[in-house]
Nanobody, 126 residues
Framework: QVQLVESGGGLVQAGGSLRLSCAAS????????MAWFRQAPGKEREFVAV????????DYADSVKGRFTISRDKAKNSAYLEMNNLKPEDTAVYSC???????????????????WGQGIPVTVSS
């Protein structure tokens, strides 16, 4: 089993930045694809970003391209989401997710991920 714990969320003004961290425990995630999803109040969960097992491939939702960067650190068994130029519409609960079959590519659907963190709120004020 893999446990994922997010940190780094909070309240920020529009135009500001936050860095979310996702720490994994239980087993190494070095061969897993890692992703971030978000869910705003009253909306469905949506894909934000994904990175493959070795960091060579990544993909982003159109709404965050050029502003968000996903990365991972194998030594720390962690993944990260750097969020810049935040907008009020980025307000949501952000969750990290892990896909054990990360060598197959870069999954984007929630049902492709076996492990999920509890989620952490990000609020962007205008």
């Amino acid at each position: 089993q893999v446990q994922l714990v997010e940190s780094g969320g909070g309240l920020v003004q529009a135009g500001g930045s936050l860095r979310l961290s996702c720490a994994a425990s239980g087993r190494t995630i070095r061969t897993y694809a890692m992703a971030w999803f978000r869910q705003a109040p009253g909306k469905e969960r949506e894909f934000v970003a994904v990175i493959n097992w070795n960091g060579a491939l990544s993909d982003y939702a159109d709404s965050v391209k050029g502003r968000f960067t996903i990365s991972r650190d194998k030594a720390k068994n962690s993944a990260y989401l750097e969020m810049n130029n935040l907008k009020p519409e980025d307000t949501a609960v952000y969750s990290c997710a892990a896909d054990p079959q990360g060598w197959l590519g870069i999954p984007r659907r929630p049902d492709e991920f076996d492990y999920w963190g509890q989620g952490i709120p990000v609020t962007v004020s205008s």
